[in-house]
């Protein structure tokens, strides 16, 4: 049963502002069993500290300056990371060339690399986007690659023998065929990308939501702690859903038989029964016969 858009809507209302009346109950009566929730501000303090930060000029230059850097350092790394995901996966030269490089490389966390990223870079602008684009370039290179190895090679086969080239084959084949295998790895950078912004910014950044939120937790401002952590966090819902709509909207040709977030349930609807005719058995059974054919070769279709 597929509820309404309304009810959806309100249930997700309702286990919000259950979450934060828990945490408004918890932390207004100084609740400490084993975790000690009288340490954390309420729910009210830090609406009060937000409406006081957002009405200022540094909360929004914080703002501008964290989505500048993690919408370069994640443009750059999609860019980057298709490419040689692709290049990686098509060609054995590159994957001997770059594949042990890269495999080696991969394992270290992207925030490590902030001593390089001092050492390298003029400035610790360059240097935080530098990490930001490392960290989603990985996820990205990882799910391009897969994706394309997992391409039938009877498409490329087919398309090869009405004449393509190899440009043809990977702009008609290659990349559609894995785009959403492409946009899995995005979903996963972009989100690992804002982890790894925001703990540059508290290391080595000048203004931004990381630096703002390392500043008051140093002066022991709890309330201006959380409202940098809840600014994250909307921040990066906005820009994960961004991603997510973008890779639907290019990947409406799939078939969609499941539940899909913000959508409908879609099943294929069955084939009309044919008319059974009595007094000529053959007939019947022929026709049903034919009947079970047509359904089964639906439901082929469907899944391919």
Not at 39 to 48: C, G, K, N
Not at 196 to 220: F, H, K, L, N, P
């Amino acid at each position: 049963m597929t509820r309404r858009p309304v009810t959806r809507y309100a249930l997700r209302t309702a286990s919000l502002a259950a979450a934060l009346g828990l945490w408004q109950l918890l932390t207004g009566l100084d609740v400490d069993l084993w975790l000690r929730f009288s340490q954390f501000p309420t729910v009210t303090d830090v609406a009060r500290a937000f409406g006081d930060r957002i009405s200022g000029g540094d909360y929004w230059t914080d703002l501008t300056d964290s989505l500048t850097r993690i919408l370069t350092g994640f443009a750059l790394a999609a860019v980057l990371g298709v490419a040689t995901g692709v290049l990686v996966a098509r060609s054995r030269l590159a994957e001997d060339l770059l594949g042990p490089v890269l495999e080696v490389v991969r394992p270290v966390p992207a925030i490590a690399l902030v001593p390089v990223a001092i050492l390298l870079f003029p400035s610790n602008e360059q240097g935080i986007v530098f990490i930001t684009c490392t960290a989603a370039f990985f996820p990205v290179l990882v799910s391009t690659r897969h994706a394309v190895r997992a391409l039938t090679p009877v498409w490329e086969e087919a398309v090869r023998t009405m004449g393509a080239g190899r440009f043809r084959i990977l702009r008609s084949v290659v990349l559609p065929g894995a785009l959403p295998g492409i946009f899995g790895g995005l979903s996963v950078g972009i989100g690992v990308s804002w982890i790894c912004v925001i703990s540059a910014e508290m290391i080595s950044g000048q203004y931004g939501v990381g630096y703002r939120t390392w500043q008051d937790y140093t002066v022991v401002d709890y309330p201006g702690v959380f409202v940098g952590m809840v600014t994250i966090g909307v921040l990066g819902w906005i820009t994960s859903t961004a991603v997510e709509l973008l890779g639907r909207r290019l990947t409406r040709w799939l078939p969609r038989t499941s539940y899909v977030p913000g959508g409908r349930t879609r099943t294929p609807r069955p084939l009309a029964a044919p008319a059974r005719r009595h007094g000529d058995p053959e007939q019947h059974a022929h026709s049903e016969q034919q009947g079970q054919h047509d359904t089964q070769e639906a439901r082929d279709e469907h899944f391919v």
